[in-house]
């Protein structure tokens, strides 16, 4: 699973989703990743069953964040 951000230009096909292009930025906590135009880069914590799971978008300062049970995983993203 991965969970993130897109814009409409995003495309959907049947391999590629959310941070597989230059158009989105995604987390993948199984795979402990972060991913944006299909290149992935060590980020975060791994997740489990029953974690709950926050994203935030800046875009003042064009930057995206992520949280694992109430706790900040550090800005992901930055000059989006």
């Known amino acids: 699973m991965q969970i993130g951000w897109c814009t409409l230009a995003t495309p959907f096909i049947r391999e590629d989703g959310v941070g597989d292009d230059s158009t989105s930025y995604?987390?993948?906590g199984g795979r402990v990743r972060k991913w944006n135009n299909g290149q992935d880069i060590a980020y975060g914590e791994g997740w489990a069953a029953g974690d709950t799971i926050g994203t935030m978008i800046d875009f003042n300062?064009?930057?995206?964040?992520?949280?694992?049970?109430?706790?900040?995983?550090?800005?992901?993203f930055t000059n989006i």
Request: glycine residues 6%.
């Open 61 to 76: 300062k064009k930057e995206i964040t992520f949280w694992r049970n109430e706790k900040c995983l550090g800005v992901a």
């Open 26 to 28: 995604a987390y993948d």
